[in-house]
Structure formats: structure tokens, C-alpha cells
């Protein structure tokens, strides 16, 4: 029996989840990218997507007080800056609530999660929940969905821009800044999984978190599936 993947392996293993099974591949999100949701259901996923968009600094902060080094914690703070913001800088939940604008849907409406579906909600607690109790190197590994980020918003901004033109442009700005933030952050968090998973069970333990990860992406596709059928 192995006792490790070689890092080379370990990634390739890691990169091939996303393949298979990164929320990209959801039938919400294809007809998304082609061009197919109504308005109705965009706003329900722009409406229900900011309750995960709001909980990432908080799931990050979770991980930040477990982080061992202050090397490490000063590299990962930023996530949470970058959501949060701080002077002079918004920062991207400010940015997902003038998406929401932009698909017209008032601020106040964002803010109250009136529109949050109860299987959304489930989910995305579900995921803080697993970043609380699970030891950090393993909740570092579910957030390498970041890994699959960069492309995939790099062609919605694409989309949007030609396939739902009534979206106000300035509601993009969000896309715009993960460009360079996701690359970033899925470098970063690689670094430290592959620099701490030392042993195979480790290794398995950061791929079965990332599969969850993707399993909670995909299963609020799922909720909003059901609620905003297509009605061709």
C-alpha cells in the first residue's frame, strides 16, 4: 500500500473532482451559460447565490483562527478583505448586492434574504459548519473549488455581457475582481494543502472535502431547480 500520492498526483486527483463534478456542469448553470434562464430564474440565482457569496469571509475567518503560523494568516487574511472590504474598498459582498441591483432587485430585498430558499440556506450553514469543526488543512482543501473559478468567470462575464444585455453593466464589477482574487486564492490554498497533507489519509481526507464542497455548489442548482422550473 502507498503511503502518499506524489504532489503531482495528488493534484491531478484534486483537479479531476472539479472536472467531474464542479457545479459548471449543473443544467441550471448550462442553460445559465447559454442564455436560457428567464429573468425570473436569474434573479433567483443572483438572489440565492449572495447567501453563500455573504458566508465565504465568515467560513474564511473560521479557518483564520485555526491557521498556526502568522505567515499564513497574514496571506489568508485578505480573503476576507476582499469580500468584507475596508476604506476605499467596497470589497465583493458591496459588489454581489449592486448585481442584484442591476437584475432589479432592491437592496433591501438582498439584505433581508427573503428570496433565500430553505435548501440554500441548509446548504450553505452546512459548509460554515464543516470549515467550524474540520481541522484546518481539510477546510482549506473544500475551497479549492477556486481552482475551477478563474475560466468559469471569465466566461460569464462574457455571457452576461451578450446574453442577458438588461443586466446593467456596473452589476459585473464583482466577475471583474475575482479574476485576479481566484487565481490567487487557489494557488495559495493548494500550497498549503499539498505543504500539510502529509499522509494518504490526508490526502483522501482534502479530496473528500473538496467532493463536498462541490456537492454543496451543486445541490443550491438544486434547490433553485425545483423552485423555478423551466416552463418551456
Known sequence: MIERLSSEEFI???????ELRYHDKHPYHVRMHEGKLSPEQL?????????????????????????????DRRDWIQRIIDHDGREGNDGGIEAWIRLGEAVDIPREEMLDERHVLPAVRFAVDA????????PWPIAVASSL???FAPTLVSSRIAVFEQLYPWIRPEGLEY???????A????????????????????????????????????SLLDALSLAFPNKE
Open 12 to 18: 491531478k486527483r484534486l483537479r479531476k473532482i472539479g
Open 127 to 134: 459548509y460554515v459548519n464543516f470549515c467550524r469543526l474540520q
Open 145 to 147: 473549488t477556486e481552482l
Open 43 to 71: 434573479r433567483a440565482w443572483v438572489a440565492n447565490r449572495f447567501y453563500y457569496q455573504k458566508n465565504i469571509p465568515v467560513k474564511d475567518a473560521l479557518i483564520l483562527s485555526k491557521l498556526p503560523t502568522r505567515e
Open 183 to 218: 487565481p490567487r486564492d487557489a494557488d495559495h490554498g493548494l500550497t498549503l494543502v499539498i505543504r500539510e497533507c502529509a499522509t494518504l489519509k490526508e490526502q483522501e481526507q482534502a479530496m473528500a472535502a473538496l467532493s463536498f464542497k462541490c456537492d454543496v455548489l451543486w
Open 175 to 181: 466577475f471583474r475582481a475575482r479574476l485576479h482574487q
